[in-house]
């Protein structure tokens, strides 16, 4: 796919410009449903730098193409917490900021925040950030559970009881241990960042009693299934569940869904732009973070995707709706109950992949 593009784009050119010489390309790997529709040709135009462009819903996955070696990206995208342990690792290449005049449009407060991951932010730029809560359609949870159930707290998903009441209208969990674990911690009333095994074993039980309920594990699928009622409640990333509202109202089905930070509190994340120390052209991959950074773009972004950017001077620019959405930027009483995670040790990253392969398969 990402070949196709490249060539598809080459032979364009070739063809219009009769261009001998090789075109510039940025190979970008980001999240899936995360930039708006025009971004990445607005780029090209503007610099005339090809985006090969491809896409992931996990940090495994981008992890496992990074540690590999040699991936071939230019720009990537990792949460805060791989990151971090990522650049312990050596695998990113310390941004030059003389290429990013950009930089000053950045909101400063949200960038010392990040610095707890890349101190003194010398390898990353905040891309978005949000918070994982539940996603659910207002109606069949109103049906089954009536009309003054309030949907406000993690036991819709982790008490037993009440999961097996939506069991049938699907119930939908991303395929995360990062996000999962914390929140079924933290529901328990112990630490979301706890590493301790009885701990997380407490927490793997209690996933046990409602594993009977859960129609699947996906990290991307439920945006389309929520907003088309092919499920209920999902598990999911704030600006991917109000993509999915927004999707359903705009198909005019009578679908409604709505987005919750639970009382009990939420993850709170954010995705970092990084260039790997082998990407094949630096260059470009600054003009492209560069070009994120700048305030029409980054406005465009957030309108389109729901998630709110590091970029202070975009907020001129996005619509009132989504500035004022205390989903989207969850006010400072919602954001006393936020965890942010840490990097695992690899004791118990060995840990957690095994009690995680429990949680997904019952075995
Ligand atoms: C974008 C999901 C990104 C959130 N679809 C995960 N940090």
Not at 29 to 49: H, K, M, P, R, V
Not at 136 to 148: H, M, S
Request: glycine share 6%; charged share 20%.
């Amino acid at each position: 796919m990402r070949t196709m593009l490249t060539t598809t784009a080459l032979v364009a050119l070739a063809s219009t410009t009769g261009l001998a010489q090789a075109q510039q390309v940025v190979n970008v790997y980001n999240w899936s449903d995360y930039i708006a529709e025009e971004t990445l040709e607005q780029f090209t135009a503007e610099t005339g730098i090809t985006v090969n462009y491809d896409v992931y819903d996990s940090n495994d996955t981008l992890e496992a193409r990074m540690l590999g070696g040699s991936s071939g990206f230019d720009v990537v995208v990792p949460t805060g917490n791989y990151l971090q342990r990522q650049i312990a690792a050596g695998i990113y290449q310390p941004l030059n900021r003389e290429l990013l005049p950009n930089w000053s449009n950045l909101d400063e407060h949200l960038m010392g925040l990040a610095s707890s991951f890349d101190e003194g932010n010398e390898h990353a730029v905040v891309y978005m950030w949000g918070t994982t809560g539940i996603g659910y359609n207002t109606a069949a949870v109103a049906e089954r559970l009536g009309e003054d159930y309030v949907v406000d707290s993690w036991s819709l998903v982790f008490d037993p009881e009440i999961a097996s009441q939506l069991a049938d209208c699907g119930i939908a969990f991303l395929d995360d241990h990062t996000e999962i674990l914390p929140a079924a911690l933290r529901y328990l009333g112990l630490d979301p960042l706890s590493t301790d095994e009885a701990d997380l074993e407490q927490a793997v039980a209690m996933l046990d009693t409602i594993r009977p309920s859960l129609r699947y594990f996906h990290s991307s699928q439920y945006i389309s299934d929520l907003a088309n009622g092919e499920i209920c409640v999902a598990v999911g990333w704030s600006g991917d569940v109000l993509q999915a509202a927004a999707r359903a109202e705009e198909a005019g089905t009578g679908v409604e869904v709505a987005y919750v930070i639970p009382k009990e509190g939420a993850n709170l994340w954010f995705d970092m732009m990084a260039i790997p120390a082998d990407a094949p052209n630096p260059e470009a991959a600054h003009a492209f973070i560069n070009f994120m950074m700048d305030a029409h773009v980054a406005a465009a972004n957030t309108n389109y995707v729901a998630y709110p950017n590091a970029v202070a001077a975009s907020n001129e620019f996005i619509d009132e709706e989504v500035l004022n959405d205390p989903t989207i930027y969850p006010p400072a009483e919602t954001q006393a109950n936020f965890w942010t995670l840490r990097p695992h040790d690899s004791r118990t990253d060995r840990l957690i992949t095994r009690l995680w392969t429990r949680v997904r398969t019952g075995q």
